[in-house]
């Protein structure tokens, strides 16, 4: 999606997506690939904080851990110092997961409890290595993904699965969408 989009089917979900992300629930977008749902992510990080995470590019879950929450020195070999995990990274502004279907389920569990938020919309996170919890404010979070509805609630646990099908937006395939295709 971009500037003069002219598709009306493409124009609902720029409009839908304007108006979601102010509503402290979760996004979901879905689609074919290569039809704009990263654009479409990016696009709102007009003054927002904005970090991406591609989770089919984790080599596994201590790589997805460590990058999602961060950790503590000594948390395992190479852990020279802390890093603080992109989820706190994304404190006030906008976390945009890509190919949330790539998780493992022991990431998607860890994430899910992380998702809870508290009575003051924060979220608590702890990093690798640590006894305690980080507390997170105001996170709006994006999640994109190729595959169907079903197909995603097959996948994922089913508690996951609630969480991040609060407010969803499909994104149609350009060939429905003459409008926006180059003649």
């Given at each position: ?17 304007s ?67 992109l989820?706190?990274e ?18 998607q ?21 640590d ?18 509805i079903q ?6 646990l ?8 609060q ?6 395939p ?10």
């Amino acid at each position: 999606l971009y500037p003069g989009t002219q598709s009306p089917r493409r124009m609902k979900a720029q409009k839908e997506m304007s108006i979601y992300l102010n509503s402290g629930f979760s996004i979901l977008l879905l689609g074919e690939r290569g039809i704009g749902k990263s654009r479409l992510a990016v696009e709102q990080k007009k003054e927002d904080n904005f970090i991406a995470v591609n989770c089919a590019s984790f080599a596994d879950d201590t790589m997805a851990e460590s990058e999602l929450f961060g950790y503590k020195k000594g948390a395992f070999t190479g852990a020279t110092s802390d890093k603080v995990g992109l989820i706190k990274e994304a404190e006030n502004g906008i976390l945009f997961f890509d190919e949330i279907h790539s998780l493992s389920r022991r990431v998607q569990s860890k994430l899910m409890t992380a998702l809870q938020t508290d009575q003051d919309n924060r979220l608590h996170i702890r990093r690798l290595g640590d006894n305690e919890e980080i507390k997170v404010n105001q996170v709006k979070l994006i999640f994109a993904s190729n595959r169907t509805i079903q197909e995603l609630r097959d996948c994922l646990l089913p508690d996951f699965f609630d969480r991040i099908v609060q407010q969803v937006i499909e994104l149609p395939p350009l060939r429905q969408c003459k409008e926006e295709r180059e003649n």
